[in-house]
């Protein structure tokens, strides 16, 4: 069974920095482009970063690039997020999600809530 | 603003039939890229729902399907039923953005 246990949210405040984890079980982790999407209280989803399967291909939303990195562990079957220089705008709940065929988010973890406030 | 456009909510009756469009553009779904349909019950994380224009994975039942035309999708629900009420997204590649764009999702509301 495929699973995404994301960890890490957490309250901080503007300008501070956190890192979130999200450990893949139940499949071939190296093998698999990874993603992490957020949702602000109340708001739609907004993809923020993928990672492909051997990292070497990473791409961030403008909305956190230069702030946001992204990474990965195949050897721990872990995917990361580094976020510095946090904004309000960035309190929401983040997910990791498994890209498949086609582009789709084929698996998601159940969210980690982030709130960025002072 | 989103990068795919979705009404903001639909309503309908036990038993009817609805449908919720997703509009893009010729970066995402005009440029030939897959849409991809998602459930959302509130407080849970999103559930994949349609993949590949019209597939549903094991377990979706019959009554969700979906279409792609041109620079647009549809999702269409027969046979509402209470635990249909979510919000429903929809999903492309952006070839612009080099990433995933969503819709801002439609809250459908079962009478």
């Known amino acids: 069974e495929v699973q995404l246990v994301e960890s890490g949210g957490g309250l901080v405040e503007p300008g501070g920095s956190l890192r979130l984890s999200c450990a893949a079980s139940?499949?071939?982790?190296?093998?698999?482009?990874m993603n992490w999407v957020r949702q602000a209280p109340g708001k739609g989803l907004e993809w923020v970063s993928s990672?492909?399967?051997?990292?070497?291909?990473?791409y961030y939303a403008d909305s956190v690039k230069g702030r946001f990195t992204i990474s990965r562990d195949n050897a721990k079957n872990s995917l990361y997020l580094q976020m510095n220089s946090l904004r309000t705008e960035d309190t929401a709940v983040f997910y990791c999600?498994?890209?498949?065929?086609?582009?789709?988010?084929?698996?998601w973890g159940q969210g980690t809530p982030v709130t960025v406030s002072s | 603003q989103s990068v795919l456009t979705q009404p903001p909510s639909v309503s309908g009756a036990p038993g009817q039939r609805v449908t919720i469009s997703c509009n893009g553009s010729?970066?995402?779904?005009?440029?030939?890229?897959?849409v991809h349909w998602y459930q959302q019950l509130p407080g849970t994380a999103p559930k994949l729902l349609i993949y590949?224009?019209?597939n549903r994975p094991s377990g979706v039942p019959d009554r969700f399907s979906g279409s792609k035309s041109a620079t647009s999708a549809s999702l269409a629900i027969t046979g509402l039923q209470a635990e249909d009420e979510a919000d429903y997204y929809c999903?492309?590649?952006?070839?612009?953005?080099?990433?995933?764009?969503f819709g801002g999702g439609t809250k459908l509301t079962v009478l």
């Open positions: 999903q492309s590649y952006d070839t612009s953005l080099s990433g995933w764009v």
């Open positions: 990672i492909s399967s051997s990292s070497s291909n990473i």
């Open positions: 010729s970066s995402n779904i005009g440029a030939g890229y897959d």
């Open positions: 590949g224009n019209s």
């Open positions: 139940g499949f071939t982790f190296s093998s698999y482009t």
């Open positions: 999600a498994r890209e498949g065929a086609g582009a789709t988010a084929d698996y």
